[in-house]
């Protein structure tokens, strides 16, 4: 896996790309990003978690279509 962080010249915006290259797992890279923005120095970033035993909270996840 390759992690590559940009943060934009503005210093407000930073981007995060991930990109795993494993040949035994993937048969081309898998790549996704997360954008993120800076905060107000006044600002307050509340917590999030999940519950995964909550069916509600679980079935945006799909499993991925398996390969024979």
């Given amino acids: 896996m390759t992690e590559r962080y940009h943060v934009a010249a503005d210093g407000v915006h930073m981007r995060i790309t991930f990109t795993w290259t494993d040949t035994k797992i993937y048969a081309r890279p898998h790549g996704y990003?997360?954008?993120?923005?800076?905060?107000?120095?006044?600002?307050?970033?509340?917590?999030n978690w999940?519950?995964?035993?909550?069916?509600?909270?679980?079935?945006?996840?799909?499993?991925?279509?398996?390969l024979p």
Wanted: proline share 12%; glycine share 6%; net charge negative.
């Fill in 33 to 47: 990003a997360f954008e993120f923005e800076r905060l107000p120095a006044d600002g307050y970033a509340f917590e």
């Fill in 50 to 66: 999940c519950d995964s035993g909550d069916p509600l909270q679980r079935q945006s996840v799909v499993p991925p279509v398996q």
